[in-house]
């Protein structure tokens, strides 16, 4: 009974240890070295191979490597395959430290001060207290969760919007297409953490960039599919939006020539927001496996109907 791993090869090393030392009766294989590919019973991998059935015939669970999981291409693996999402505190926390950098820097206008700097312009600009600063974000799942506990640290007027209706204590939700534009009405700083899926491919668009207040500033560290990034640069260009946080682009790494790059109102980071970390993931994934082979439900498996 093997696992084949399909990822970041350095880290694979690392996972390979961890399996080596935890779990001596599972075989690993890293791709693309599968040796006999009829033992591999699970596959844990950030994109999955084309034609996974006829090239991993005893196939049996496909761990995505990621909280995140369009980039497997859903459509494309056998509909009765299940497909798992890692449940890493890890990437939690990546998430968590994330965010709060993302919306402290546009809370504070870290981005002015940085073009500031540039110029040689000591300015100070007024400071609008974080009760006042109102954030909100969108999608209300795991991370969603976290990332609304570690900003209400801070006392930033906090809501929220999902498909579906939510509680949050200290958080002001929002649920379905018709109240997305009273949750924008009200958001100085959007933080989109939705999943990828049809529903929400291209939603941070010229219309919802309109709902929001003009001047307010946008965090997207969900996946570049969610951003049309030609009304952004419009936005920007219009003052109707201020500034943007981007971890994610539909394109990456971004090609040499994309305007992002140099814009003054955009801070560019390489989809680094988190990542996957052997060390914190790992028990996760291998109490999954032990669940699979006990024949009890495993954590974090994805909805096929709902894409996440
Ligand atoms: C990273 O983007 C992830 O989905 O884990």
Request: hydrophobic share 45%.
């Amino acid at each position: 009974m093997a696992l084949l791993y399909k990822a970041d090869p350095v880290r694979g090393e690392h996972w390979q240890r961890l399996f080596a030392e935890h779990a001596p009766d599972i075989q690993w294989r890293a791709w693309p070295d599968i040796g006999d590919p009829r033992e591999i019973r699970y596959l844990a991998a950030w994109q999955a191979p084309d034609d996974i059935q006829t090239l991993l015939p005893n196939l049996q669970v496909l761990f995505a490597l990621s909280a995140g999981v369009d980039q497997l291409n859903l459509d494309r693996l056998p509909a009765t395959l299940p497909v798992v999402r890692l449940l890493d505190p890890g990437i939690t926390q990546g998430m968590c430290e994330y965010a709060s950098f993302a919306v402290l820097g546009l809370h504070r206008d870290m981005l002015r001060y940085r073009q500031q700097q540039a110029q040689g312009n000591w300015q100070a600009h007024r400071l609008v207290p974080a009760q006042q600063r109102r954030v909100g974000v969108m999608g209300l799942g795991l991370q969603a969760r976290q990332i609304l506990a570690t900003l209400q640290a801070f006392g930033f007027a906090l809501s929220g919007w999902a498909r579906s209706e939510h509680r949050i204590d200290g958080v002001t939700c929002f649920a379905g297409a018709e109240q997305l534009p009273a949750f924008l009405g009200q958001c100085d700083i959007v933080v989109c953490v939705l999943p990828l899926t049809e529903q929400t491919r291209g939603i941070l668009d010229r219309s919802l960039f309109q709902h929001l207040p003009k001047g307010a500033a946008l965090v997207n560290m969900g996946r570049g599919g969610h951003l049309v990034e030609a009304d952004l640069l419009q936005a920007l260009a219009s003052g109707q939006l201020s500034a943007a946080v981007l971890d994610v682009l539909e394109q990456e790494p971004a090609p040499p020539d994309h305007p992002f790059w140099t814009h003054p109102q955009i801070l560019l980071t390489p989809h680094i927001a988190a990542m996957t970390q052997p060390d914190s993931a790992f028990a996760g994934l291998l109490e999954n496996i032990r669940r699979h082979q006990r024949g009890e439900p495993m954590l974090g498996c994805v909805d096929r109907a709902r894409s996440y």
